[in-house]
């Protein structure tokens, strides 16, 4: 972690029995995540498992609350957070929040892949998500899509100043190397978005509730085969093609292949696609590639070479035949 570093173990230990009145096992640290900012834990007791995250400074309570509010509802396949003692959904553990769930068993649909069963079985839940009224306070508290990539302004530097960059290691000598011989593809990709993110906050009208990033590592297959849907860090209100992106021609992780769409479409039902919102948020995704994975190697002097190095290739691998690229331009033709 960037910030802080984690409580020892006693404090955790310490910690879960005075705000979840849980007597803790064995605490272990699970090395997954992208979150610098948090730090993940697998907790066991004498008669389950937990999962805890705990987050260094602030949390989008939004994304604690949300899953609680759908799972009361009846979305069953949502995995919400244990309360504390107090019925609160989140703790203090020093400069952390903590947030505990209950461990799911079992490996995720990228891992594995999903049955017909299952696939429908995501469909049905994601709909029910889709189109789920949230009510004040819940709905002040969440976000709304704003059609303006986080990531844009990062790439938009870096992009800038591709040429006269110093470079400081062999790492970011090959990157930008790498940069400059796709300046008129990144260029482009830059454009549109900018395009896209104009026309859609002129136009887009049919705005619901959105997980955010609900990716088959995102789903979570339990030891009888039930899908449970995790990871609620970035839910707010934005056109159903955020989440269908994932679903759609995806190529994310392992790409989705027709017949699994097929199927997925059996359990939600038929939409009309908004090919522009796709598109926008293929090319959002590829933004938020190049920004993330050029920093690690252009901005981030600390990262180890092991960061710096899948950083490189994962950022390569973007412009490959069939990748995020290729299919965001397929969404963009199509609209």
């Not at 400069?95 to 799911?104: A, D, T």
């Not at 949230?134 to 938009?156: C, D, G, S, Y």
């Not at 920004?291 to 960061?307: E, N």
């Amino acid at each position: 972690m960037q910030q802080a570093h984690a409580p020892d173990q006693a404090i955790i230990r310490q910690h879960l029995v005075q705000t979840y009145a849980i007597e803790a096992s064995t605490i272990a640290q699970i090395e997954r995540g992208n979150d610098p900012r948090a730090a993940l834990y697998l907790v066991q007791t004498s008669e389950q498992q937990y999962f805890l995250k705990l987050k260094y400074g602030s949390i989008y309570q939004a994304g604690v609350l949300l899953p609680r509010y759908l799972k009361d509802r009846g979305v069953a396949a949502v995995v919400a957070p244990v309360d504390t003692r107090t019925q609160q959904l989140w703790g203090r553990c020093q400069q952390f929040h903590s947030v505990l769930y209950p461990y799911i068993e079992g490996s995720t649909g990228m891992d594995h892949g999903m049955s017909a069963q299952q696939w429908q079985s995501f469909g049905q839940q994601l709909r029910r998500i889709h189109t789920m009224q949230v009510r004040p306070p819940l709905r002040h508290m969440l976000r709304w899509e704003q059609f303006r990539p986080p990531w844009l302004p990062t790439v938009q530097t870096i992009h800038q100043s591709i040429n006269t960059w110093p470079i400081g290691d062999s790492y970011s000598a090959e990157l930008i190397d790498f940069w400059r011989v796709k300046t008129r593809e990144i260029s482009y990709v830059i454009e549109r978005i900018s395009e896209l993110g104009h026309y859609l906050r002129a136009n887009a009208r049919e705005f619901g509730l959105s997980h955010g990033d609900i990716h088959t590592a995102n789903i979570v297959l339990d030891q009888i085969q039930q899908i449970n849907i995790v990871d609620w860090d970035y839910p707010l209100f934005a056109p159903k093609e955020r989440d269908l992106r994932f679903v759609v021609g995806s190529v994310i992780g392992v790409p989705v292949q027709r017949h699994e769409e097929q199927w997925f479409f059996e359990g939600y039902g038929q939409p009309t696609i908004d090919y522009k919102a796709l598109a926008y948020y293929r090319y959002e995704r590829v933004i938020q590639d190049l920004g993330d994975y050029a920093q690690r190697v252009l901005l981030r002097r600390d990262a180890p070479q092991t960061i710096k190095q899948a950083a490189l290739q994962s950022l390569r691998s973007r412009f490959l035949a069939g990748n995020i690229i290729e299919s965001a331009y397929q969404a963009d033709r199509a609209s």
